[in-house]
């Protein structure tokens, strides 16, 4: 693991470009290099580098157009006697903020640390906070998840033609921005299951949907995935003690139509499924109390079920 701190990438990244940058926009307002030296708290030889532009710095913050707006008002207030050290200081530190929040620092600090790409991570904004543990601990299960329903044997034959989706939501669900699943679906292309994209809040509302109609019958019940209803999966479960349950594919409000089928049948069931109307593929839900131990269960019954190799041979 690469331990990196988002100040370590301002000190190395940010600091030397917005440097460079003012002491060019200094230079052009009038200012001496020693002037500017003495504005910026560097040497002069430091500021010779920064006009010749011989320091380097980070593109993405050079072309950052809050960084470019920044840096001019900046330099237009050292230049006019407006600003000082302090009001200098206040603004690139509101800079910073914001560069923290999905801005350039955060996008270098996912570089640095892999293990923070795809968990929609605010931590330096927010700090350590109970609920953004619980969004990044979704998320991490989601994507594990969804590559562990792509690499199960066979399964691009029970992805339907609109794609299928893994979702989870948080713990007390508001609405579909609670639950999270992969943007754009999962796809199955020439055999092969194809995942777009990491997962996100509010990324499908047919998961969604099933996930929140589930969670409001049973908290316990946070995760599901959506597969094509096939016998084999059916009747896999049936033989495990799995009773899988039929709701009706043409109806208006899904979320209204689940909730009254899972109240029926005295809870949420681990599968659920139809059998397709006019437009409507059929579609089979499995659920689980994680998205994870949803893809599990699909797992094992296609495992389980020998018609699989049969038909596979």
């Avoid at 370590?8 to 020693?34: C, I, K, N, Y």
């Avoid at 710095?57 to 840096?71: I, K, M, N, Q, S």
């Avoid at 094509?228 to 139509?257: N, S, V």
Wanted: one cysteine or more; aromatic letters at 4%; glycine letters at 8%.
């Amino acid at each position: 693991m690469s331990l990196v701190l988002p100040n370590e990438l301002v000190v190395d990244h940010f600091l030397p470009t917005v440097r460079a940058m003012l002491a060019t926009r200094l230079s052009d307002r009038g200012l001496t290099q020693q002037e500017i030296a003495d504005e910026l708290g560097v040497t002069q030889a430091a500021v010779s580098k920064y006009v010749s532009g011989d320091s380097g710095g980070d593109d993405r913050f050079r072309d950052h157009p809050e960084t470019v707006a920044t840096v001019d008002r900046i330099a237009d207030g050292l230049a006019g006697g407006e600003m000082d050290g302090y009001d200098a200081l206040a603004e690139l530190l509101s800079l910073i903020r914001s560069l923290e929040d999905r801005g350039p620092i955060c996008e270098l600090h996912e570089e640095q640390m892999p293990e923070l790409q795809g968990l929609g991570c605010d931590l330096c904004v927010r700090g350590l906070d109970p609920s953004v543990r619980a969004e990044r601990d979704v998320l991490a299960t989601v994507r594990t998840a969804a590559r562990t329903l792509a690499s199960i044997p066979e399964m691009a034959a029970f992805i339907p033609n609109v794609g299928t989706n893994v979702g989870m939501c948080l713990p007390e669900p508001q609405d579909e921005t609670d639950v999270a699943a992969i943007p754009g679906r999962i796809y199955a292309m020439g055999g092969r299951i194809e995942i777009p994209a990491n997962p996100e809040f509010g990324a499908s509302k047919h998961v969604a949907t099933a996930v929140l109609a589930a969670n409001a019958v049973d908290a316990d019940v946070r995760g599901a995935l959506n597969v094509a209803t096939d016998e084999r999966i059916l009747e896999a479960a049936r033989e495990t003690g799995l009773e899988p349950l039929e709701f009706d594919a043409d109806y208006e409000d899904r979320h209204a139509h689940l909730l009254e089928r899972f109240t029926e049948s005295d809870g949420v069931p681990r599968v659920a499924y139809h059998r397709g109307a006019f437009g409507i593929e059929p579609t089979t839900f499995i659920f689980g109390a994680t998205a994870a131990d949803a893809v599990d269960l699909l797992e094992s019954l296609l495992v389980d079920d020998s018609s699989l190799a049969v038909d596979s041979a």
